[in-house]
């Protein structure tokens, strides 16, 4: 009797679960490959809520994991500590037995950084933070005033949802470069006008140094009142695979060819926020939920060209859209080019929130498509594919 192989998928973000739901649901692997997903959590987080979450407009942004994930896929909740790529073995945290695979997709995601020891802030990067930001938003008298460190997107959508949702205070966003760089100068000036029209004070080009709950420090030595300050700058990956032995960048992303694999290990394949692939492939590519998907997808596709005995395809993925949500009433969407280039036209106001939320949307109906039938999911080709057309 042969014995049925696995495939070890680490990580049920948004890169593993579309990675996990095309190889469980994929007839030609049916029977001969079982499909296993590690995650730390039971449930599937809506990353892309958290800032909901934290001001109080949404309740959770926790999905029941068995909504998303194929039926065939075996979710183990767990903590990967180490992987053995000689042994082909995934090792936990907590001790318990080693998982044995055949093909790995490595795809953790990135973590928020936390707040600075010492600074009495908050942290805006998963369920938890998001949960312990709530009540302490809540609490702060009529106002009092919140600092928002880190002009990204985090930032920028958690600043304008906590001053839409508590119109009572005082609401700061404190970024050290400009903010909306990215977006077409339009844009741009539409961004900053939206975020000032629903009571945000907009700083650029400032550097927090120093926190202690109460206040925050500038480089300059200018001290201002800060009674909750919630730190949105940056994104780590996990020390996972370079605890490992494998190789990594110097941010310990996971380094892969330009067809998502290993190049020691060619059965290890690499999907999301915890990879670096190459420049050729990806270097327009950007952290979001519109990267991790397509790469999941392609490292999917990759793994199971593997088995048929077929070559790996080079990555191939761009982007159609920026989106933006300003609170609930209020949101920008501008179209980009495949590079993720912005064209001239935007999108904002109510029109812009819809467009925004409609997006959000989509992500867990593309999820979820993709578990109903595998391969059901495409996305937009990269710039050198597009050119080519």
Known sequence: MTTRQR????????????????????????????????????????????HQVAA????????????????????VVGRASRIDPRAHTVHFDDGRAPLHYDFLVY????????????????????????????????????????????????????????AEAHPRLTVRLVSRRQMGVDLSDGCRRALLAQLRGIGVQIMEGERVD???????????????????????????????ARASGLATDAEGRLLVDSTLACAEFPEIFGAGDAVRAPDAVASHLRMSCATAMPMGAHAADNVIARIRQRSPQELSAGFMLRCISLGRRSGLVQPVRADDAPRRLAVGGRA???????????????????RRRSGSYSWPRGPRAARAQ
Not at 219 to 229: F, I, K, P
Request: charged share 15%; hydrophobic share 45%.
């Open 210 to 240: 120093r926190s202690d709950g109460q206040h925050i420090t500038l480089s300059d030595g200018t001290c201002l009142a800060s009674h909750c300050t919630v730190w949105t700058a940056g994104f780590t990956a996990p020390g996972l």
């Open 56 to 75: 109080g407009s949404r309740g959770s942004a926790s999905v029941p994991m068995e909504t998303v994930l194929h039926p065939a896929a075996t979710l």
């Open 7 to 50: 495939i070890v998928v680490i990580g049920a973000g948004y890169a593993g679960v579309m990675a996990a739901n095309r190889l469980a649901g994929s007839k030609e692997l049916a029977g001969r490959f079982g499909v296993t997903v590690i995650n730390p959590l039971a449930d599937f987080v809506e990353r892309i809520r958290l």
């Open 107 to 162: 795809a953790p995601g990135s973590a928020g950084l936390p707040a600075p020891s010492g600074s009495g802030g908050y942290a805006l990067h998963d369920a938890q933070s998001a949960k312990r930001l709530k009540p302490a938003l809540e609490q702060l008298a009529p106002g009092a005033v919140v600092s928002v460190i880190g002009g990204g997107l985090t930032g920028i959508e958690a600043a304008a949802e906590i």
């Open 352 to 370: 812009g929130a819809l467009v925004k939320e409609q997006v959000c949307r989509m992500t867990l109906s593309w999820i979820r498509g993709e």
